[in-house]
């Protein structure tokens, strides 16, 4: 877990220096920015460690495609919708929201190959053949 928390630290911190140093958003938009991009990293981060193969052939669970989905369209949404105030959301514009989703997906990717270096080193440590194909 050591090496998805630094992959993880490091897109936090490369979310945080773009929306304060090149974007200078305001508090408001910060917060919001970061509750979006952080529940999508969150979403993404289930697809990776669900299973022990490629998280794009290998297919989730109909639940929990529906469930991934809906939530992330749900985190997009909440800051459009009439209550965000109340949680002291704003709109985001749509570059700083395409930003968010970029970031989403090189998070992916990078912890795609960390889960792929991270399993054969552990395999390696325990003398095992390193295979990411399913099992049968």
Not at 25 to 50: K, M
Not at 57 to 82: D, E, G, N, W
Request: aromatic residues 14%; positive net charge; glycine residues 6%.
């Amino acid at each position: 877990m050591v090496s998805f928390g630094l992959v993880s630290s490091l897109f936090d911190f490369v979310t945080f220096a773009g929306l304060a140093l090149l974007i200078k958003a305001a508090p408001a938009t910060f917060q919001t920015a970061r509750f979006v991009g952080s529940l999508l990293t969150e979403l993404a981060i289930v697809l990776i460690v669900r299973t022990r193969s490629c998280f794009w052939p290998s297919k989730p669970s109909r639940l929990l495609s529906f469930l991934t989905v809906a939530t992330a369209v749900l985190a997009i949404a909440i800051p459009y919708a009439p209550f965000a105030g109340y949680f002291g959301f704003v709109p985001l514009p749509w570059p700083i929201m395409t930003g968010l989703l970029l970031i989403t997906v090189l998070y992916l990717m990078a912890s795609e190959i960390t889960e792929h270096w991270f399993l054969r080193w552990d395999n390696r440590m325990h003398g095992r053949s390193y295979s990411r194909a399913k099992k049968k």
